[in-house]
């Protein structure tokens, strides 16, 4: 469900006003607000979104504005499909990548 119109959107205050403590481009801003939506005022500068366990550095750029930081900072690692099936395509790969020995 998408926020009403009639309220605008969401933007952290706290995030305005570090941004005009700091210059575009300059040291990460520091953050937690993972649900502020990413205002034009925004672009340029450089945040370190919480992602739960520690900061990602979100650089916003033009094509950003109207999401949310949340977004741009994932909060699960991707490791692999498991399985059977995997653990064989895996060997196969390792065994045609090994070097030939030669019999001399």
Request: net charge positive; aromatic share 8%.
């Amino acid at each position: 469900m998408s926020r009403s119109l009639k309220k605008g959107p969401y933007v952290y205050d706290r995030l305005l006003k570090k941004m005009e403590k700091t210059k575009p481009g300059g040291a990460p801003i520091k953050t937690w607000a993972r649900d502020s939506m990413i205002a034009p005022e925004m672009v340029g500068f450089i945040f370190s979104v919480h992602n739960g366990k520690d900061f990602i550095d979100v650089s916003v750029k033009e094509e950003m504005v109207g999401h949310r930081f949340g977004e741009f900072a994932p909060t699960k690692k991707f490791l692999r499909h498991g399985g059977k099936m995997q653990k064989q395509l895996e060997a196969s790969a390792a065994q045609k990548q090994a070097p030939a020995k030669s019999g001399k």
